[in-house]
């Protein structure tokens, strides 16, 4: 599957949704499958389900063939091995259609013949979770083996939380799925049941037998499937052109997530952009420090000195950052033979960090690192320029 622009999607687009759940299998057998299919036109917010798949497929990492996206709901969030994954819901591509497959635990006691029907599904696919590595997968790992059966081997493992922290944490002030799928997929949920009320709601189920208790569960996982769905295609979407997003983004997280694939290009347009966007020093020291690294990955050393140069006339107050940006402004004159500019710019440096070495507000430990740094960088300079 390439990247060109007339690829298109492996899956054809649908007329429109077919979300009504079916019910497969007999609770009589103490596991509960409950199926509902979603065609590819359906929408969920300002998303559409056919484009982001086909975002993923244009993507050229993600065979939806084979790719399974997985939610939990537990008896508790802490985990361990009382914890019980009393629903798994999972979705799949099938044909035309998004099908989402929810395994509904109706008596404890039938927990192997959930898992084993789980483990039928899971084999040799790829999987999708959002914080899957540190909750869902764990804990059905878990429950496997204290059912006595072998844990699914799995292809891959794919957990969107760890874009969408760098994508949104920063922006929005969390990285939650329910703040994400109302700030970014546009699809604020109302009347959804929070988190924290469903091991007690399954607890009642198992008291009453009542499964009504249980509906709004249902649809809580279901719609969290859809938001896992759409969250990965929008995250591909976005990772292949940022400038196009059209939605809430952090830059500094996009550029280190495309330097990570290699993208180095398209790393350096982003944390460009970011540095433009802030004046929080620190924050403005590690992004440039990204920032010239990416230049230099992309093979233009040139433009890594360059941006040292800019903002060491750019970031004219006097502290820690100039002082930083300094330094490296010498180093890279002195790279180029310039010696009469390093030095000019590490004696600028180290006066600098003298005078805020007498500053009780800065750690001092620091400074005369950086201060020492600098001695010996203008004796080696005097030895080169003599």
Same mark, same amino acid.
């Given at each position: 599957m390439g990247a060109a622009g007339t690829a298109?999607?492996?899956?054809?687009?649908?007329?429109?949704?077919?979300? &009504?759940?079916?019910?497969?299998?007999?609770?009589?057998?103490? =596991?509960?499958?409950? *199926?509902? #299919?979603f065609g590819l036109g359906h929408r969920h917010g300002r998303c559409v389900?056919?484009?982001? $798949?086909?975002?993923?497929?244009?993507?050229?990492?993600?065979? +939806?063939?084979?790719?399974? !996206?997985?939610?939990t709901e537990t008896t508790g969030l802490a985990g361990g091995t009382g914890t019980y994954a009393f629903l798994v819901g999972l979705a799949y591509v099938?044909?035309?259609? $998004?099908?989402?497959?929810?395994?509904?635990?109706?008596?404890? &006691?039938?927990? /192997?013949? %959930? %898992?084993?029907? $789980?483990?039928? #599904? $899971?084999?040799?696919? #790829?999987?999708?979770?959002?914080?899957?590595?540190?909750?869902?997968?764990? +804990?059905?790992?878990a429950r496997f083996v204290l059912a006595r059966q072998s844990p699914a081997v799995l292809d891959a493992h794919t957990d969107l939380i760890y874009p969408a922290r760098r994508l !949104?944490? #920063? =922006?929005?002030?969390?990285h939650r799925l329910s703040a994400i799928e109302a700030e970014v997929l546009g699809a604020p949920r109302d009347g959804d049941i929070p988190g924290w009320e469903i091991p007690m709601r399954y607890v009642e189920y198992l008291r009453t037998t009542d499964r009504a208790v249980l509906n709004p569960i249902m649809t809580h996982n279901r719609a969290d499937l859809l938001a896992l769905v759409l969250l990965h295609g929008e995250v591909a979407r976005i990772l292949r052109a940022p400038r196009a997003a059209g939605v809430p983004l952090d830059w500094e997280g996009a550029g280190v997530l495309l330097g990570r694939q290699g993208r180095h290009d398209q790393a350096v347009d982003c944390l460009a952009r970011a540095v433009g966007e802030t004046d929080e020093p620190a924050a403005r020291w590690r992004i440039l420090r990204r920032l010239t690294r990416a230049h230099r990955l992309v093979g233009d050393p040139d433009?890594?000195?360059?941006?040292?140069?800019?903002?060491?006339?750019?970031? *004219?107050?006097?502290?820690? %950052?100039?002082?930083h940006v300094l330094e490296e402004?010498? @180093?890279?004159?002195? @790279?180029?033979?310039d010696i009469a500019g390093a030095k000019a710019a590490t004696e600028e440096a %180290?006066?600098?960090?003298? !005078?805020?070495?007498?500053?009780?507000?800065?750690? /001092?430990?620091?400074? &005369?690192?950086?201060a020492d740094r600098l001695r010996a960088r203008l004796a080696r300079l005097d030895d080169r320029h003599g």
């Open positions: 298109r999607p492996a899956v054809a687009p649908g007329s429109g949704p077919h979300p &009504s759940p079916g019910r497969d299998a007999a609770p009589g057998d103490g =596991v509960e499958v409950v *199926r509902a #299919r389900l056919g484009e982001a $798949l086909a975002a993923l497929v244009l993507d050229g990492g993600e065979d +939806i063939a084979r790719t399974l !996206w997985l939610d099938d044909g035309d259609v $998004l099908v989402t497959e929810q395994f509904l635990l109706r008596r404890l &006691s039938a927990e /192997p013949r %959930l %898992l084993a029907a $789980l483990a039928a #599904r $899971l084999g040799a696919r #790829r999987l999708v979770t959002f914080n899957g590595r540190r909750f869902d997968w764990p +804990i059905l790992e !949104w944490h #920063r =922006v929005l002030g969390t433009g890594a000195r360059a941006r040292w140069e800019a903002e060491a006339v750019a970031w *004219r107050r006097p502290d820690r %950052l100039r002082a402004v010498a @180093k890279g004159r002195a @790279k180029q033979g %180290l006066a600098l960090a003298s !005078w805020l070495n007498r500053d009780a507000r800065f750690v /001092p430990a620091a400074l &005369s690192r950086l």
